[in-house]
């Protein structure tokens, strides 16, 4: 019944490694985000999907993959994790057109050692 | 990045109206002002939005002034769950850019 579910919901890694957090949504939504949330809790756009395409990707490393395989997921791949890119994570979904509101997933709080 | 102006904190009694400002001077006019909250480390949850009339639904209501440069989020009789970081936002309905300051943190203390 979860409207917008992240996996995983802990994810602690080493330096260097590389790691995926996967997003999905069941609300039909055709519009999807990330968003870093850092330790001064500012919430930060990273990406914007509409339907499978690239809306606005903001200044965000390249190491920063999101993959959108349909409108209902939008993961988020990572490589060569640094110790910056500990944060917490959040996906959401709206739709563009209509009652735009925006539904959010629990987090992912990713700890890079 | 945002295009809105809050206060970092606010307290507030229990079963009080909680009046959360907002400022969104440069606001053009197709936007619109969304309010989301986020309770502790949950992810943002949406509360209301509205275009130049007020709104009000089960959780608040709105109060967008006649310039639309600013807003009031009101929630009507908080209470200890209403504790939470307040975000005010402004954005083209169709736009897919929602960007969040650095909102307001409310405390509802007993």
């Known amino acids: 019944d979860t409207a917008v579910s992240q996996t995983p919901k802990y994810l602690v890694t080493q330096m260097g490694n590389d790691k995926s957090i996967k997003c999905e949504q069941n609300?039909?939504?055709?519009?999807m985000y990330w968003y870093k949330q850092d330790s001064k809790k500012f919430l930060k756009i990273m990406f914007s999907y509409n339907n499978k395409e690239l809306i606005i990707n903001e200044t965000v490393p390249n190491r920063f993959s999101p993959k959108s395989p349909d409108k209902a997921h939008l993961n988020l791949h990572i490589n060569s994790l640094e110790l910056g890119d500990s944060a917490v994570y959040f996906c959401a979904s709206s739709h563009s057109t209509g009652n735009t509101e925006a539904f959010f997933g629990q987090g992912t709080r990713l700890t890079v050692v | 990045d945002a295009k809105t102006t809050q206060p970092p904190s606010m307290d507030c009694a229990e079963g009080r109206a909680a009046n959360l400002p907002c400022n969104h001077s440069t606001i053009s006019g197709n936007e619109y002002v969304y309010w989301y909250r986020q309770i502790h480390s949950q992810g943002p949850q949406y509360i209301i939005h509205g275009l130049k009339n007020n709104e009000t639904n089960e959780m608040a209501s709105l109060i967008i002034t006649e310039d639309r440069k600013s807003s009031t989020l009101i929630l009507p009789h908080a209470t200890l769950r209403d504790t939470a970081v307040y975000y005010c936002?402004?954005?083209?309905?169709?736009?897919?850019?929602?960007?969040f300051g650095a909102g307001t943190r409310l405390t509802v203390k007993p």
């Open positions: 936002i402004v954005r083209v309905a169709s736009n897919n850019d929602m960007r």
């Open positions: 609300l039909g939504h055709d519009t």
